[in-house]
């Protein structure tokens, strides 16, 4: 069973509904507008931090417009049409970010002009301040919020995949990989 | 549905690593160093003096020598008895010298076996080597942004064609020259010609380099980099060669010593305590047209005084000590310490074993082009501001920062090869010295402050001392190559964050970054 199925549009309850059933539309009601006013608040964080990135270089300014508008929009979406697919696209997008996040903050992203041709320049590590943490919290708080609205088996998965994921970058910690 | 208390572990897990990764280079960056204690360091005059050793080449053909330096961190005894990781060139501190003849072409490869990451500071120590003193070509320039990771290697290539003089080679990576300087990336490069050969002045044995620089050691031995608001890095011990506050034992005679402050922020105002003249000999560009006696040697970072200290008078079994004195002015950005006022000590313990060599002559160098540049032959005047906005130090304005986002294509200047042009440099915020320094080419100072420059500024330089509210006026020809070149603040603090731009001669230099790219590897000899 999709979740579009399970889900009732917000503000109409189903009428006559189990209570264990109410209780399940309630909370999926409650994540898809939590995920929805994070992922929100994350991206007007990073529309915020814009234009600095834009006097770095216009592809850092661009690409943080376009993760603030999309994640906006992910918001407005699975606010009007919660379900799977929403949810999918919002966790897994989130995730992209976050994952740019954190190699930007431990090994350093060698791309812009400082790092044309894969040489010259060379780009840091960045220190990773208030706005970028909290955008990144942000993020995580979608991404567990959106968990909640996939269906069982898929949920597992996702679940196990993060998990394992968050293991490999401690491990990479723990070896020395992260510097 | 909720979720569960395995999942929330799961997602703990993944959570906890996303934000507190990325955090805990911020908080062991932070983790404040416990200096050493004043009562665990040598006493001043107790470490004996001794001179970084000079480097054969690895092999030598018709017109070129060739050289491999391989940068890698080692654990050396600065402080007798505790351990301190430094990274060098070969793994020592200084790095070995170099000595030249003019005219002889040099090609040294660079190998980058540096740690992955700064032990403190957990950045990619990538490196750009530059050798300071010489009109490289861009590429074999140091050029900030050209760098070598660890893992990679680049040969440089120098064809030695400028006159004699005291050269230093030192990392200039971009962002990170202060960290990598400072854990010890610097060392000597004399070159030789005829008239150095011509003149009677000490050689051999008594031609001594001096690398003074100051540093501050945390109870486990390692360096403390604390940068202060990237304003300087200030030690409470000064090195000369590596060696805290050393005493060398001299013989009664003249001795030549080359003088090159590799302090990262520090600036020195030499003395003896016998009140005895140092005669200046040389600066950065090569001989002075005629000595200089003076009594206080003021000198900033990367400057290089030849002087010549006469030991005859001094009666065997006394001791001369080199003084560092503090400012008389307000504005003195050094942080002193208890001892920073000591450099180091000369032992009088024989006569003179040798008597060749031991004038100063009346007459140097009369012909160096350099010093026969008049304002009537400028085509160009230029002034350049120096400040600090928004945190960062700049130049007129502007970046390296700026530089980078133009894609490399800004520039402060565009004159043409062999032009002729006036730089007015102007530090009128008064908030810093700054020792700057103009790559490819020597110059003459013009005037300080609308007054004659100091007597020790009477030869060609490279780097010209402008302290606070100070102006001065410069004159250069640029040549002998096109290309960029770079300008900055020798404060290699303010050089990282970001007093740094650049200047082009003519157009159509090779590029750089690319004309001559690092390769990976590790590569056997040249």
């Known amino acids: 069973m999709s979740i579009e199925t399970e889900i009732q549009p917000v503000g109409s309850p189903a009428v006559g509904a189990p209570p264990a059933v109410a209780a399940k539309c309630s909370a999926s009601r409650r994540a898809v507008a939590l995920g929805a006013f994070t992922s929100a608040y994350a991206g007007l964080v990073h529309l915020v931090v814009a234009p600095e990135h834009l006097g770095h270089w216009w592809v850092f300014g661009v690409f943080m417009i376009a993760v603030g508008v999309g994640q906006i929009g992910l918001a407005g979406w699975v606010l009007r049409r919660p379900g799977t697919s929403s949810a999918m696209v919002g966790i897994l997008g989130s995730l992209a970010i976050v994952a740019v996040y954190f190699v930007a903050h431990t090994r350093g992203i060698d791309i812009g002009p400082a790092g044309d041709d894969g040489h010259g320049g060379g780009h840091d590590a960045e220190t990773a301040g208030p706005a970028a943490i909290a955008a990144t919290v942000g993020e995580l708080v979608t991404i567990g919020a959106f968990i909640t609205l996939l269906p069982l088996m898929l949920r597992r998965r996702v679940v196990n995949l993060l998990g394992a994921l968050g293991l490999g970058a401690w491990a990479l910690w723990l070896l020395g990989g992260l510097g | 549905m909720a979720l569960t208390r395995r999942e929330m572990l799961k997602l703990g897990i993944a959570g906890s690593a996303a934000v507190a990764l990325p955090l805990q280079r911020v908080v062991s960056g932070a983790v404040a160093q416990t200096r050493i204690a004043e009562s665990s360091l040598p006493a001043p005059f107790t470490v004996p003096f001794a001179v970084p050793p000079v480097i054969t080449p690895h092999r030598t053909d018709a017109t070129t020598d060739y050289y491999m330096l391989t ?24 790095g070995p010298t170099i000595d030249v003849q003019q005219g002889r072409q040099v090609l040294i490869r660079q190998v980058n076996k540096l740690p992955d990451r700064h032990p403190i500071a957990g950045y990619q120590p990538w490196t750009s080597t530059h050798l300071h003193g010489s009109p490289s070509l861009p590429q074999f320039d140091g050029y900030a942004s050209d760098i070598t990771r660890p893992g990679q290697y680049k040969d440089y290539r120098y064809s030695n064609t400028e006159s004699a003089r005291t050269l230093w080679y030192h990392d200039h990576g971009v962002h990170h020259t202060a960290e990598n300087a400072y854990m010890g990336l610097a060392a000597f490069y004399r070159l030789h010609d005829p008239l150095e050969v011509s003149l009677p002045i000490p050689k051999g044995n008594y031609d001594i380099p001096l690398m003074i620089h100051d540093a501050m050691f945390a109870t486990d031995g390692q360096l403390i980099g604390d940068d202060h608001d990237h304003s300087g890095i200030m030690g409470d011990v000064i090195l000369v060669n590596g060696r805290p506050w050393p005493v060398m034992q001299v013989e009664q005679r003249k001795y030549r010593f080359r003088i090159l402050v590799g302090s990262m922020s520090r600036s020195y105002r030499l003395k003896l305590d016998s009140g005895q003249m140092m005669t200046v000999i040389a600066g950065d560009g090569g001989f002075m047209p005629v000595p200089q006696p003076v009594s206080v040697l003021r000198t900033g970072m990367a400057e290089r005084y030849e ?17 560092n004195l503090p400012r008389s002015d307000s504005d003195d950005n050094n942080i002193s310490y208890t001892h920073t006022d000591k450099v180091m ?102 005037d300080r402050n609308g007054l004659p420059p100091l007597p020790q500024e009477l030869g060609p330089k490279d780097v010209v001392y402008v302290g606070e509210n100070e102006t001065v006026r410069l004159i250069m020809r640029f040549g002998p190559h096109l290309g960029k070149y770079m300008i900055h603040c020798h404060n290699m603090v303010h050089e990282d964050h970001d007093m740094m731009t650049q200047f082009e001669v003519g157009t159509g230099g090779p590029d750089p970054i690319r004309a001559a790219l690092p390769k990976w590897g590790s590569p056997p000899a040249p």
């Open chain 2, 307 to 323: 002087v010549i200290i006469d030991f005859a008078n001094i009666p065997i079994g006394q001791r001369v000590v080199m003084r």
């Open chain 2, 71 to 94: 940068q890698k961190q080692s654990t050396v005894q600065i402080l007798p008895g505790i351990n301190t990781p430094v990274w060098g060139y070969n793994g020592i501190v200084p």
């Open chain 2, 345 to 446: 000590a000369f032992d009088v313990v024989a006569p003179s074993s040798s008597s060749a060599n031991n004038e100063i002559p009346a007459v140097l160098d009369p012909n160096n082009p350099v010093m026969a540049l008049q304002p009537a032959q400028a085509v160009a005047r230029r002034t350049m501001k120096l400040d600090r906005s928004k945190g960062q130090w700049t130049i007129n304005g502007t970046s390296w920062a700026d530089v980078v986002a133009s894609g490399y294509k800004k520039v402060m200047a565009n004159p043409k090869l062999n032009d002729i042009e006036i730089w007015t440099i102007e530090n009128a915020s008064g908030g810093w010295f700054h020792p700057l320094h103009i790559h490819l080419v020597d110059f003459k100072i013009l």
